[in-house]
């Protein structure tokens, strides 16, 4: 990977890491499913109207947009609203690194060798490490839920795999249009129309700021950057970029949630960090085109 591709994993798990915070926020005053929603109707509004449909079949625009709204977020936004602390949720969504790299040796017949599988190791002993010291930060059905959620995304990285060098932010914004309609019915099922419009009605701008972030910042340049590197190197080598999420993700409750920062996670973080410098320094790929690099 050239040093700016570098660059932006680490821009995007900043974002990644940081959006924990304002999804919290943003589950007091909007119940999950309709948060959700709300977040993907405005990522495909309006720009379907002046983004062409990217050539791609309509079954991988379905897929992603199923796979990241409703089986990502969707259930993320559920399990945060009462189930897991957003420091936890930040690390055990990471999962969907292994389920990545799984998912493409099986699909796309990527190589994996002994230094990853090392890395791998190490990256998620801090991983265990967070888990085993989180207290009762989780229930059973929430770690459950969110590795459903994990694997959810690591099929929607596959997807984006499959697709190959489209214009990303037309597929970001086709492929919302089917995240709606499942989150909506969830929303409607689960929450109900009289909470729905309750929580609309008295929706603060803070609210609303949230949503639009959700929408512009971690849909749109979060997602879109994300699928920039799929799309030019091996999955094997940009899912693990995700590990960082979690060590963002845990600097970021402590500054504006006050969550403690003890000792056993700053040593998490080191083996999370150790375990993708070595992932970055094993795997072997080609030199960039120029294409690629820009």
Excluded: C
């Excluded at 062409?52 to 079949?57: C, E, I, L």
Aim: no cysteine; charged share 5%.
């Amino acid at each position: 990977m050239p040093i700016t591709h570098q660059l932006l994993a680490v821009f995007v798990a900043l974002i990644w890491g940081t959006n924990f915070v304002f999804i919290e926020l943003g589950l007091n005053d909007l119940p999950p499913f309709l948060f959700a929603s709300l977040r993907f109707t405005f990522a495909a509004l309006p720009l379907v109207f002046i983004l062409p449909r990217p050539a791609v079949p309509w079954r991988y625009l379905i897929a992603y947009g199923f796979f990241i709204g409703f089986g990502q977020f969707g259930l993320l936004f559920w399990v945060m609203g009462s189930h897991m602390s957003p420091g936890l949720s930040s690390l055990v969504i990471q999962v969907q690194a292994v389920f990545t790299i799984v998912l493409a040796l099986m699909l796309f017949k990527e190589t994996i060798r002994m230094p990853q599988i090392l890395a791998l190791v190490i990256s998620f002993a801090g991983i265990v490490l967070i888990a085993a010291q989180g207290d009762t930060d989780a229930t059973p059905i929430g770690l459950t839920i969110i590795l459903i959620a994990a694997l959810s995304w690591a099929a929607g990285n596959l997807v984006v795999k499959r697709s190959g060098k489209v214009h990303i932010i037309a597929f970001l914004a086709w492929s919302s249009l089917f995240a709606v309609p499942p989150l909506a019915l969830m929303s409607y099922y689960y929450e109900g129309p009289a909470l729905i419009g309750q929580s609309l009605a008295s929706a603060h701008w803070q609210a609303w700021s949230i949503v639009l972030w959700q929408t512009i910042g971690n849909t749109l340049i979060g997602y879109g950057l994300w699928n920039f590197l799929l799309q030019r190197h091996a999955a094997a080598l940009i899912a693990p970029w995700a590990l960082l999420v979690p060590v963002f993700g845990m600097a970021a409750s402590s500054t504006f949630l006050d969550e403690s920062m003890p000792w056993w996670k700053w040593v998490a973080a080191t083996f999370i960090i150790a375990g993708l410098v070595l992932n970055l320094r094993s795997t072997p790929v080609s030199a960039p085109s120029k294409k690629a690099q820009n």
